[in-house]
């Protein structure tokens, strides 16, 4: 079982080890500041059984610059940006992504109905991550396959 709940500076993060070194260090020195800053807001996924740190991952509006996209558009995106999703190398394998990224996408729906935006972005760390986002749908925005996006749309029909 998996609780996903707000970041809180108080809880411990020291021993999460998702096997990337600025990501583990972005969340153990900086998730609190972009936190208090209000850049982004940080979630942590506990499995409940066991009371460890099992995940996270945060999210920060964002805009697509026109010239991102491999398409011509006519104007800048407005997006959200999930901007960390990791887990801890201990379960990994386990559903703990699936079920974070269901968690941000439906927090995403909640806010789709008070402030807009057109695009859910990702950015992908390595091959598994790209075909992690390209299984839940997400589709490839940049070419080199770092960067993937999910219609907000798609949100309204889940």
């Not at 969340?27 to 940080?42: D, L």
């Not at 104007?75 to 992504?97: H, S």
């Not at 079920?99 to 972005?121: H, K, N, P, Q, S």
């Not at 299984?135 to 396959?145: A, C, E, M, R, V």
């Amino acid at each position: 079982m998996l609780s996903i709940n707000q970041f809180e500076s108080s809880w411990p993060r020291d021993g999460f080890d998702c096997g990337n070194a600025h990501i583990n260090g972005w969340f153990a020195r900086q998730a609190g500041q972009s936190e208090r800053r209000g850049t982004t807001r940080t979630f942590m996924a506990f499995d409940t059984y066991t009371c460890q740190l099992v995940g996270f991952y945060s999210l920060m509006n964002h805009t697509v610059k026109r010239d991102e996209f491999e398409e011509p558009v006519r104007y800048d995106k407005p997006a959200v940006l999930i901007a960390q999703l990791a887990v801890d190398k201990a379960a990994q394998g386990t559903g703990v992504g699936k079920l974070m990224l269901a968690d941000a996408l439906r927090r995403l729906r909640l806010i789709l109905d008070t402030v807009g935006f057109e695009l859910v972005v990702v950015d992908a760390i390595d091959g598994a991550a790209a075909a992690f986002y390209e299984k839940h749908g997400f589709s490839q925005l940049t070419k080199d396959g770092s960067r993937w996006f999910l219609p907000s749309t798609s949100l309204l029909a889940n």
